[in-house]
């Protein structure tokens, strides 16, 4: 017997799917390239997991009564086109840029615009594609800003990047900040509320036709880490996301600008935020780039030695490949340099065999 079974989230959002899909990449490096699929299924009431061949999936979730299955292959396969200009043919570096008293991992690092400006021009020389800049912390426990107080803080750094020629991201969940920043030359919106935190949220960017980033958080910063339960952890957040992505399509949004967060560390436990790194092929399923924030993130130190946030490069790294090698597109990332030299040998190393005539 198969049935339906509406497992409740903590965020209080129905469930949407009953099957989801991520590709079984044929080698390192080529997760577009697939004969298998990781199958995640709502079956006699519970969440069931296997591998498929890629061939029979949608004959097998015809079979068990489970609709969607062509449209989420689709999806997972189909070409992604530039985002904010950038083509996506291999992975792209947001640099970050805080301009935060408070930051988990560099609070007060950048205590003036010119100081923000100077590092966000050095990590796109060590190879960041987009810098992001924030000028609220968002680590748990903390407390929101004013506006006045956030657009003080990142209206010159992002017209000082802009005016540059930086790839600039503004990083909030505040509409007068998206627009104001939108205004002052950045080019795309990364939001931790998805754009459900601002109810003007939607209408800026839809009518910008701006880039967007939406992710998945659990509550809001202050209590977001307060016991975070799941039905399904990958089920809930791609559900979310699906449900905003759809949003963001019906206010004329293009799927090549709508790219999507899981959220690592944003009301997730560490076996929350690993199972999304294992699981981060199914977010394919969304159409969009796939963006993962895992750098400095608490979860690092957990695995490892309890390490402070500057001295979790190399977890960062590791769980920024792992990322990666199952379809990520967009890291988000402190380390720029670092990130970049072992995204540069993985690639290499990942890279298909040449000819042997070559």
Known sequence: MVGRVHLRPTTDLPMTRDLYLAPVPDSAGAPGSFHRVHVLARLDGAVTRLTLPADIVVEWADDQGLAGTADLLAAIV????????????????????????????????????????????ALRDAGADILDVGGESTRPGANPVS?????????????????AGACVSIDTRNAAVM???????????????ALTGDPQALAVVAARRCP??????????????????????????????????????????????????????????VDHN??????????????????????????????????????????????????????AHILRVHDVAETAQALAVWSAIGAPEPDAAS
Not at 179 to 193: F, K, M, S
Request: charged share 20%.
């Open 179 to 193: 627009q104001a920043a939108l205004e002052a030359g950045a080019r795309i919106v990364n939001d931790i509320t």
């Open 147 to 163: 506006i006045d107080e956030e657009l003080a803080r990142v209206l010159p750094v992002v017209s000082g990047l802009a005016a």
């Open 212 to 269: 967007v980033v939406l992710m998945h958080m659990l509550g809001e910063p202050r209590t977001m880490q307060a016991d975070p339960r799941y039905g399904h952890v990958t089920c809930d957040v791609f559900d979310h996301l699906e449900r905003q992505v759809a949003a963001c399509r019906a206010a004329g949004l293009a799927v090549d600008d709508i790219a999507i967060d899981p959220g690592i560390g944003f009301g997730k436990t």
């Open 274 to 327: 690993t199972t999304l790194l294992r699981d981060a092929g199914f977010f394919l399923a969304l159409g969009g780039p796939v963006l993962y924030g895992v750098s400095r993130k608490t979860f690092i130190g957990k695995l490892s030695r309890g390490e402070a946030p500057k001295q979790r490069v190399a977890g960062s790294i590791a769980a920024g490949l792992a990322a990666v090698a199952r379809g």
């Open 78 to 121: 189909r070409p992604r086109g530039p985002f904010a200009g950038l083509a996506l043919d291999r992975p792209r570096l947001m640099g970050v840029v805080n301009v935060t008293p408070d930051s988990f991992s560099d609070g007060g690092d950048l205590a003036s615009p010119a100081a923000a400006i100077a590092h966000g021009l």
